[in-house]
């Protein structure tokens, strides 16, 4: 059973507005989470992390959001442009495995129109 | 800026060959990790390595296995390719155990097609 999901394969938004891709996980042992953007031919890039004692994490454009009671993570993305167009990970880790070892969703591809 | 080079973009091997996947960083990283990439399941660690010679089973080990004989290199093994190995090979590294939570860098990924 994936212990780490996104249900939204694919996501359709307009430039300039906000994109907001969302993640759930099941193991209450993660406490630390990460986001990675993945373009085609390319590995994927870390982007964005945070850690289970905060419920905000900011840099520039995006936003990281964390409802541990839900188990429940979202990234924003404010104001989207074309070149965020990419496939979009979340992953989450746990302390016992302080090797970073990483759990991954499925993904979700994001498109953003012109 | 961290490289990660993976030794080939495409590879089309049959079935029941022995494949070789080569990863090279140059940073070095203590931790190597191998994962795939399927459609729909996201990327699935297969091992990794926090040191030289030492390697750790993954969540689907089966099939697979690897080397670490120097730091910068993490090599994975496909005894016997069969078509379910079909996929986008992954290879990553990270900053050793003590360094906290730091990022996993990738590499631009190996297509294997098993036919």
């Known amino acids: 059973d994936q212990q780490v999901k996104q249900n939204s394969p694919s996501l359709s938004v307009q430039e300039g507005r906000i994109s907001i891709l969302n993640c759930d996980y099941t193991?209450?042992?993660?406490?630390?989470f990460l986001w990675y953007k993945k373009y085609p031919a390319e590995g994927p890039t870390f982007l964005i992390s945070i850690s289970s004692i905060k419920d905000k994490n900011e840099d520039g454009r995006f936003t990281v959001f964390l409802n541990k009671s839900a188990k429940h993570l979202s990234l924003h993305i404010v104001p989207s442009q074309p070149g965020d167009s990419a496939v979009y990970f979340c992953a989450a880790s746990a302390a016992y495995n302080a090797g970073n070892m990483l759990t991954f969703g499925g993904g979700t591809r994001l498109m953003v129109k012109p | 800026d961290v490289k990660v080079t993976q030794s080939s973009r495409y590879l089309v091997k049959r079935t029941g060959e022995k494949v070789f996947l080569e990863c090279v960083q140059d940073?070095?990283?203590?931790?190597m990790f191998w994962y795939r990439q399927d459609p729909g399941l996201g990327l699935r660690l297969i091992y990794f390595s926090y040191d030289v010679k030492m390697k750790e089973k993954g969540d689907i080990p089966e099939g697979y296995s690897v080397s670490r004989e120097k730091k910068e290199r993490f090599s994975l093994i496909l005894e016997s390719a069969s078509t379910n190995q079909t996929s986008m090979y992954l290879c990553?590294?990270?900053?050793?155990?003590?360094?906290?939570?730091?990022?996993?860098?990738f590499g631009n990924g190996t297509r294997l097609t098993v036919t």
């Open positions: 990553a590294s990270s900053l050793g155990r003590g360094e906290g939570n730091s990022p996993l860098h």
């Open positions: 940073m070095d990283h203590e931790n």
């Open positions: 193991n209450s042992m993660f406490d630390y």
